[in-house]
Nanobody
Framework: QVQLVESGGGLVQAGGSLRLSCAAS????????IDWYRQAPGKQREWVAA???????RYADSVKGRFTISRDNVKTTVYLQMSSLEPEDTAVYYC?????????WGQGTQVTVSS
């Protein structure tokens, strides 16, 4: 059974940094693509970043150059390092993966950036 558990959210001032973690079980992080999404109040969930099993990273234009996705295969944990945070980054952040035909989601972690 796939489980994803996010942590690391919090309140930070604009320009600050946070590192989110996604602890995964039931999948092999070195073979599965892990995505980060976010959902701001009143907005649709949007894709933020992805890390493929082969190590390729992709980012949404809105976070490129500020966010970095990485993983620790031993800990089966995927990270999202967020720097130069802006109030517009305020959202609930979710990690997600596709196994077979089913997409799995974590419970989310709140990130609030104050101006």
């Amino acid at each position: 059974q796939v489980q994803l558990v996010e942590s690391g959210g919090g309140l930070v001032q604009a320009g600050g940094s946070l590192r989110l973690s996604c602890a995964a079980s039931g999948i092999i992080t070195s073979t599965n693509t892990i995505d980060w999404y976010r959902q701001a109040p009143g907005k649709q969930r949007e894709w933020v970043a992805a890390l493929t099993g082969g190590g390729t990273t992709r980012y949404a234009d809105s976070v490129k150059g500020r966010f970095t996705i990485s993983r620790d295969n031993v800990k089966t944990t995927v990270y999202l390092q967020m720097s130069s945070l802006e109030p517009e980054d305020t959202a609930v952040y979710y990690c997600s993966t596709l196994k077979g035909i089913k997409r799995y989601w974590g419970q989310g972690t709140q990130v609030t950036v104050s101006s």
